[in-house]
């Protein structure tokens, strides 16, 4: 049975959710929403409140500031300190390097973590990792979202039976403003909190795809100070929760089974 769905602002953060019990809380990548987990929201709401959030610049948010991977950590630090009990974060890219700062802040409310195709540090130290982020700033800066969404479209989606999904990103990101999303691109390099993972002892899942932008040897030793680190290698690529969401709740409800987490 579909269950009713909210959708409110608190504290500046807009977050649709749905389901009472077990706070599980999810957060989206750069240029995206929190329309990206419905699929989440839908499966899990039965057993769990599911909680997505439109980080700062995103979505509907509407909160001013800064506009890089702590400040928006500190919006969520806030939101996490009105909400009752414990919390498993499961973030996807920016959304996973939100939730290492969130679990640093507040690491007795965190039961757990997910994060997928994520990154403990985001350093350009190779020539393809270059390109391919100066190929990023070049299209935002001459082209503008809409030839910038069509291009990532394509990288992220390139399967001919993935029509629908290339389309619904596509109409998503372009509405994202070019001010914010730049902002929030130059910010990425240079961070890292590679060096405190160490402090955090909860489980946590490292979801690293078949096909990303960070492979699967260098998220291995970016998190390997991890107490509790447990690796997984789904097939897909970076935005596997759209591309396989069946398979995203699964490994999921597994987790959350192992951790003892209902």
């Known amino acids: 049975m579909r269950r009713k769905r909210k959708e409110s602002r608190v504290k500046g953060l807009y977050q649709r ?3 009472e019990g077990p706070l599980l809380l999810f957060l989206h990548g750069l240029g995206s ?7 989440q929201l839908e499966y899990f709401s039965p057993h769990y409140r599911a909680v997505a959030l439109d980080l700062r610049g995103h979505g509907l948010n509407v909160q001013e500031g800064a ?3 702590p400040s928006l950590a500190d919006d969520v630090v806030r ?31 965190v039961e757990g973590m997910m994060l997928i195709n994520g990154f403990a540090e985001f350093s350009l130290d190779n020539e393809a990792d270059r390109a391919r982020f100066a190929q990023r700033l070049k299209w935002l800066r001459w082209v503008g979202m809409w030839p910038l969404a069509w291009w990532l479209g394509r990288e992220l989606f390139p399967l001919p039976e993935q029509g629908a999904l290339r389309h619904t990103f596509r109409q998503r990101f372009r509405r ?12 990425l390099p240079g961070w890292s909190v590679r060096a405190r993972l160490s402090g955090l002892t909860m489980p946590v899942a ?4 078949t096909v990303d932008y960070l492979p699967l040897a260098s998220r291995v030793a970016q998190f390997a100070s991890l107490p509790d680190g447990r690796i997984f290698t789904p097939e897909g690529r970076h935005a596997w929760p759209a591309e396989d969401p069946a398979a995203c709740n699964q490994l999921l409800e597994r987790f959350l089974t192992d951790i003892h987490y209902y």
């Not at 929403?33 to 699929?39: E, F, I, K, V």
């Not at 909400?83 to 802040?105: C, D, F, R, Y």
């Not at 994202?176 to 910010?187: D, F, G, I, P, Q």
């Open 17 to 19: 959710s749905a389901g």
């Open 33 to 39: 929403s929190s329309l990206d987990w419905q699929a």
């Open 67 to 69: 506009l890089d991977v």
């Open 79 to 109: 939101w996490l300190d009105d909400q009752p009990g414990q919390v498993v974060i499961v973030g996807l890219s920016l959304g996973a390097m939100v939730a290492l700062e969130v679990a640093l802040a507040r690491p007795s409310r």
């Open 176 to 187: 994202n403003r070019k001010r914010v999303y730049r902002a929030l691109l130059e910010a």
């Open 206 to 209: 490292l979801v690293s795809s």
